[in-house]
């Protein structure tokens, strides 16, 4: 896997899928990191993940790689060289303890494996980018689908976003949001991460 600076992610970016936690519909962006330790490629091998911390779920999402400084004026096709697929896979019992206690998400979103990411792709340009639907089997069976086009911030809100408050640079990727049909992840099962109808990337879980 090719070196990624920053993770940076964007929470409850589909509304179904705010509505489907309960959540409020955000007015900003919810932005959260995960350290890079937290990668994992889906290259059909078997990924360890936590099964002794609660319910794990899984999140999949749209992921963006940053070819460039931000300046004011750019576009979306001089920011982004290349998409890939990915989950951001999230302990559900430790991240609601820590939302009642005020407490930041790192525990819940942050460990070993959390950011799986299958192998990147030209970017697409942006009709097929707002066109092709993505998708996440779990056993051959769809759980989840979603396109980019229905998300609360679009892509370029999102990188203006990180960008003054954070800061973003080449090297750096942004998991942009997942839509309806979370839910949790068991010992073996296996995940397909779909573009289109291509399967970009698969792996089984083996929990520990």
Known sequence: ??????????????????????????????????????????????????????????EAELVLHIARPYEAGVTLEQMVDKIALGIDFTLRDVQSELKKAGHPWLLAKGFKNSAILTSFHAFPGVDALQNTEFSLLKNGEQVQCGKINDVIFDLMTIITYISDHFGLDQGDIIYTGTPAGVGPIADGDVMTLVWGEENWGQFTAKMK
């Open 1 to 58: 896997m090719e070196r990624i600076r920053n993770i940076y992610c964007v929470g409850r970016n589909y509304r179904l899928h705010a509505a489907e936690l309960g959540n409020d519909v955000p007015t900003r962006p919810m932005i959260f990191d995960k350290p890079t330790h937290a990668l994992a490629e889906a290259v059909g091998n078997e990924i360890e993940l936590p099964g002794t911390r609660g319910e794990l779920h899984y």
